[in-house]
């Protein structure tokens, strides 16, 4: 259980630890971690997005306040990090999902 932080960037070294880091991050995908993102957001206050740059084209994501910067500064970057095969087959599906959702929000905003 020590050994699967995103935070503290830190690498497996057993099967177990694998696959407990795989599990934790499919948890912040697909529409699960997009329900997480905004209900934590909103318990914390966060804006919903950057009214001015809503998709962090010209700055950098800061998801300390706003709630869409969480996808670009984690989410997204999560499918590159999984360790096992059914991990990533799994990470691509949600990922999907997320960059779906993205879209759509672009289409609605704009």
Excluded at 9 to 36: F, S, V
Excluded at 57 to 80: C, G, M, Q, T, Y
Aim: net charge neutral; proline share 3%; charged share 30%.
């Amino acid at each position: 259980i020590a050994e699967h932080s995103f935070s503290q960037n830190k690498i497996p070294q057993t099967l177990e630890g694998k696959i407990l880091q795989d599990a934790d991050r499919l948890d912040a995908l697909g529409a699960i971690g997009i329900a997480r993102v905004f209900a934590t957001s909103g318990s914390l206050n966060r804006s919903f997005y950057n009214i001015d740059d809503p998709f962090c084209n010209k700055r950098n994501p800061d998801d300390d306040i706003w709630a869409v910067d969480h996808f670009f500064n984690k989410l997204l970057k999560l499918e590159s990090l999984m360790n096992t095969t059914s991990g990533k087959i799994e990470a691509k599906r949600r990922t999907m999902i997320l960059k779906e959702f993205l879209k759509q929000l672009k289409q609605e905003i704009q």
